[in-house]
Structure formats: structure tokens, C-alpha cells
């Protein structure tokens, strides 16, 4: 089976503090690849990032840092400093070489100011 | 990464009526992509939509209520016909950019059916 897990319907935190968002998947492929997206209250889907599975750097770009580990099957997301301008609904999605993403239930993330 | 507009941006219709969503893309691409999201849920795909070539409908989705058009390599259509209040959504078209294997999506168009 092909899935991905965000287990965390909502989360909130208070404007500075670090929130880590997390995303599990499951596939049999060994070529695949992972996304995160982010929803703001406007509706449009904004691409953060995308990892295939040969590639288990982390990576960081700005208060923005992912965590792939392919032994957990889990590729988190950590916003550093949340700021109100994070809300939003996050999406994980996984392609797994078959060009069709399967997306996560997504995560609401709510900054407090 | 390719800029998508659809319009309508959103719509209220009435039960029994049909809507077309356009979808335009700022350069060629050869795959787009139609989902819907209901209110409060996830992203699920309704069809992928090649240029030249019937659309591919996935399980639970069927041509004659979302019947999609492919005219181009930039632009698209969807038909959410004969509209039941169960069709409420936001309706989103994606395209895959180039050689990244990364799906853009459009601003997404808003339905609500009474």
C-alpha cells in the first residue's frame, strides 16, 4: 500500500518557537519522491520542497529545515522562529515514480502572536 | 516554475447546474492535473489530463460528471455537471514543471453548490 500519515491535524504555537511537522510514509518503490506544500487561507497550494529517495541530506533554506530518514520512512518538516505569516495547512505528498502524488491529510499549524 | 490561473476563482451554482473551470498555464507542459479538495480534507486526484488524448479518470471519478478538454499544451477545462451540494470544493489544476517532477498548482477555484 501507498500512503502517507500526517498524524497532527493541528498544532499551535506562539510567535519565536520552533514547530516540527510530521509526515510518515509507506511504499514499496525504491525510486520515489517526497514534497512538502503549504496552504494558506487564501487556498493555493505553494510548493516548499521536493527530495527523491536517493537523497537523504537534510536540508535547510532559511527558518526552513526537512528531515528525510529512508530507516523511519519519515520526512519531517521544522519551521525555526514561527512567525504568524506560517499559518497554514501543510501538506506532505508522495510520488512514488508514478507522476500522481499521494498527499497527506495535512497538518494546520496556527502562530500565535 | 510555471504561473497557473483558472477562473473562476469561485462560484456559487445552483443543484443541477454545471460549471467549467479553465485552467491556463504560462508555457507548454504535457501533463495537468485536476483534484478536488473538500472542505476541511486533502487533495485527492480526479484526472490526469494529456494534450491529444482522453483525459485518465481515477476510481470514484467518471468522464460523464467531470468531462475535462485539452485543446493545448496550455489550457484546460473541467465540467463539474449536473451539481449536487456534495460537490462543494476547491477545485485546483496542477501541471507537472519540466524536468523537476514537481507539480505546480493553480489558485484553485472555490465551488459551492446549494
Known amino acids: 500500500a501507498q500512503k502517507v500519515t500526517q498524524a497532527q491535524t493541528e498544532i499551535s504555537v506562539v510567535e519565536k518557537e520552533d514547530v516540527t511537522l510530521d509526515c510518515v510514509y509507506e511504499?514499496?518503490?525504491?525510486?520515489?519522491?517526497l514534497f512538502w506544500y503549504k496552504q494558506p487561507p487564501s487556498g493555493e497550494l505553494v510548493f516548499l520542497i521536493r527530495?527523491?529517495?536517493?537523497?537523504?541530506q537534510n536540508e535547510i533554506s532559511g527558518r526552513y529545515s526537512w528531515n528525510f530518514q529512508k530507516s523511519t520512512s519519515s520526512f519531517n518538516f521544522t519551521i525555526t522562529a514561527s512567525q504568524v505569516v506560517d499559518s497554514a495547512v501543510y501538506f506532505c505528498?508522495?510520488?512514488?515514480?508514478?507522476?500522481?502524488?499521494?498527499f497527506g491529510t495535512g497538518t494546520r499549524l496556527k502562530v500565535l502572536a | 516554475s510555471a504561473v497557473i490561473s483558472q477562473k473562476p476563482s469561485r462560484d456559487i451554482c445552483q443543484r443541477g447546474t454545471s460549471l467549467t473551470i479553465q485552467c491556463q498555464v504560462d508555457?507548454?507542459?504535457?501533463?495537468m492535473f485536476w483534484y478536488r479538495q473538500q472542505p476541511g480534507q486533502s487533495l485527492t486526484l480526479i484526472a490526469t489530463?494529456?494534450?491529444?488524448?482522453?483525459?485518465?479518470?481515477e476510481s470514484g471519478f467518471v468522464i460523464d460528471k467531470f468531462p475535462i478538454s485539452r485543446p493545448n499544451l496550455t489550457f484546460s477545462t473541467l465540467t463539474v455537471s449536473n451539481m449536487s451540494p456534495e460537490d462543494s470544493s476547491i477545485y485546483l489544476c496542477?501541471?507537472?514543471?519540466?524536468?523537476?517532477?514537481?507539480?505546480?498548482f493553480g489558485p484553485g477555484t472555490r465551488l459551492t453548490v446549494l
Open positions: 511504499t514499496r518503490d525504491t525510486t520515489y519522491y
Open positions: 505528498a508522495l510520488e512514488p515514480g508514478t507522476y500522481k502524488y499521494i
Open positions: 527530495r527523491n529517495s536517493f537523497d537523504e
Open positions: 496542477s501541471v507537472e514543471g519540466g524536468r523537476t517532477d514537481t507539480q505546480y
Open positions: 508555457s507548454q507542459v504535457t501533463m
Open positions: 489530463a494529456n494534450q491529444g488524448s482522453e483525459a485518465t479518470y
